[in-house]
């Protein structure tokens, strides 16, 4: 059984000459596409299931906590289910799905995810329920991200939000190395509920499910402990058109050769957003993941 720190990839630092060019700033992208599953939620799906002691674990995921809390159970040897809306990219359900979970597709239009996590867990009593970010563990997981990052110097470090999972812990890891960078949240426009909570001081709810490009953004509220984290530690929340996203995807895709899913993209999208905040500056993006379903992914090139 490998540890944490055992299981994971490091993350890939890319200094592209050509992105740098484009936008006139010193940029590093940190990505995560190269982790295993294809996005950073790989590290807090491993040591959730590394350290609790459930042997059947539930959650609800659009897709990459799903991916990567399926594959921890299999190298685990536990039994993972994972509720996923029938609008999730067809890429994410099949590899849930080849990793051995069980998937549940739901509606989200006719039940809610909660409502479903409830359903299952009255028949799963032994199960542990696992929130993709409103955790301890998963916190705990993602900070070894933010633990890699805190040993370069930036002058800012931008992260994509969804529920809170990869920004608290980057903001938890530099509180633990004594790291002042400011770490900035990019989140999409249509569903700015963390941006709402920051300027009234608690959690701010959408009212129903962002139907965002981004699509591991598509969240109702900030986690409870992500909150506690982020109200005090952010630099603050840049909200990104979803045409801007896919702007920054396109980037991605014709300056670095790098693939990106449209939440990955959020933080150079939110550069795209708010230049001049980043001038002179010498600024981290970090993309999420690299799981686009290929139908998706061909459009939103296409379009640019």
């Known amino acids: 059984m490998k540890s944490l720190h055992d299981a994971i990839r490091p993350t890939t630092f890319i200094e592209s000459a050509k992105l740098r060019d484009h936008f006139g700033l010193d940029i590093t992208i940190a990505t995560e596409t190269f982790q295993h599953t294809g996005s950073f939620k790989f590290r807090a799906g491993y040591n959730l299931a590394l350290n609790v002691d459930n042997d059947e674990i539930l959650t609800a995921s659009s897709g990459n906590f799903g991916q990567a809390l399926a594959y921890a159970c299999k190298l685990l040897g536990k039994k993972c289910t994972v509720i996923m809306p029938v609008t999730s990219a067809q890429v994410k359900i099949d590899a849930v799905r080849g990793f051995g979970a069980t998937v549940d ?6 039940v809610s995810r909660n409502d479903r996590v409830a359903q299952l867990k009255a028949q799963m009593p032994d199960a542990y329920f696992a929130s993709p970010y409103d955790d ?14 805190a040993v370069r110097d930036f002058d800012a470090v931008i992260v994509p939000v969804g ?3 990869m920004i608290s812990g980057v903001i938890s890891s530099f509180c633990r190395n004594g790291k002042q960078t400011p770490v900035y949240g990019a989140e999409p426009k249509l569903g700015n509920d963390a941006a709402r909570s920051l300027a009234a001081g608690e959690i701010v709810a959408n009212e129903t499910e962002p139907m965002t490009i981004a699509d591991g953004a598509r969240t109702l509220q900030l986690g409870k402990l992500n909150w506690e984290i982020i109200k005090t530690g952010t630099a603050g929340i840049i909200e990104v058109p979803d045409e801007l996203t896919a702007k920054a995807l396109r980037l991605y895709f014709g300056l ?15 550069v795209l957003a708010d230049q001049e905040r980043f001038r002179g500056q010498k ?7 690299g799981n686009v379903d290929a139908g998706v992914y061909a459009r939103i090139i296409s379009e640019g």
Not at 105 to 110: A, N, R
Not at 256 to 270: F, I, Q, R
């Open 105 to 110: 597709l739901i509606d989200v239009t006719k």
């Open 136 to 149: 301890k563990f998963v916190i705990d997981g993602n900070s070894t991200l933010g633990d890699e990052i």
């Open 163 to 165: 529920g809170g999972g």
């Open 256 to 270: 670095v050769n790098l693939k990106s899913e449209p939440t990955g993209a959020l933080s150079l999208g939110a």
């Open 283 to 289: 600024v981290c993006v970090v993309v999420s993941g």
